[in-house]
């Protein structure tokens, strides 16, 4: 596609309850990063994957979350019981590089835990 | 450690006045990229510019110019003739070593540019 896709847009869960959120990447990207970025900061790094290898996740906060992309595209980020403070906005951006040549960013899910 | 500060957290202007957006960082590493990001209100990340520790020739680009200067570690971004459509919040964002893939953001700051 011509963008980042993320879906959905916005994202309510009841404390506990697992989610999902989905990254459609920039077709033909070799890299996917998650990030995650709470109200008024900054995005945080959690995790890389070259093609279908994740070789970075030392950001992902506890083992609550796991990311996969199992094809090298589309790559889902999972968070198994959530906790209000897991309430943030996550982005997922692309590049055709490693990355030092800058990112093409989506637009975010922004997940409220209630 | 590496490190992005944006000091300031918020900034107004009225349409038509200059603007610097200050970013100041920290790395260990010779070889680095900084970068700066804008955040609509849509929120998606648009790339504006990306610098290489190596090159600390200026920038220009239309109305935005980006001033690197290694000595005092700073990498500070200008909007000339501010516009409302300029209204976003900006990051400072860098990113140490070829294929460093852990890009260090800055807490942001949000500008305002009032008609």
């Known amino acids: 596609g011509a963008g980042v896709s993320q879906s959905p847009r916005y994202k309510v869960a009841k404390r506990g309850q697992d989610v999902a959120l989905r990254c459609d990447p920039i077709?033909?990207?070799?890299?996917l990063f998650w990030y995650q970025q709470a109200l008024g900061q900054g995005p945080e790094f959690l995790t890389y994957?070259?093609?279908?290898?994740?070789?970075?996740k030392s950001g992902l906060p506890s083992d609550r979350f796991f990311a996969e992309r199992p094809e090298g595209s589309v790559s889902t980020l999972k968070i198994q019981r959530t906790q209000q403070e897991d309430s943030a906005v996550y982005l997922c951006?692309?590049?055709?590089?490693?990355?030092?040549?800058?990112?093409?960013f989506g637009s975010g899910t922004r997940l409220t835990v209630v | 450690a590496q490190k992005v500060t944006q000091a300031q957290t918020e900034i107004s202007v009225v349409e038509k006045e200059d603007v610097t957006l200050d970013c100041v960082y920290e790395?260990?590493?010779?070889?680095?990229?900084l970068f700066w990001y804008k955040q609509p209100p849509s929120g998606e990340l648009v790339f504006l510019i990306r610098r290489n520790s190596f090159d600390e020739q200026n920038e220009i680009s239309g109305r935005y110019s980006w001033n690197f200067q290694k000595s005092t570690s700073s990498f500070n971004f200008t909007i000339t003739a501010s516009q409302v459509v300029d209204s976003a919040v900006y990051f400072c964002?860098?990113?140490?070593?070829?294929?460093?893939?852990?890009?260090?953001f800055g807490a942001g700051t949000r500008l305002t540019v009032k008609p």
């Open positions: 077709s033909g990207h070799v890299s």
């Open positions: 994957f070259q093609n279908e290898a994740q070789l970075d």
């Open positions: 790395t260990r590493d010779t070889t680095y990229y």
């Open positions: 964002a860098l990113s140490a070593r070829e294929g460093d893939n852990d890009m260090r």
């Open positions: 951006a692309s590049s055709s590089s490693g990355g030092t040549y800058g990112y093409t």
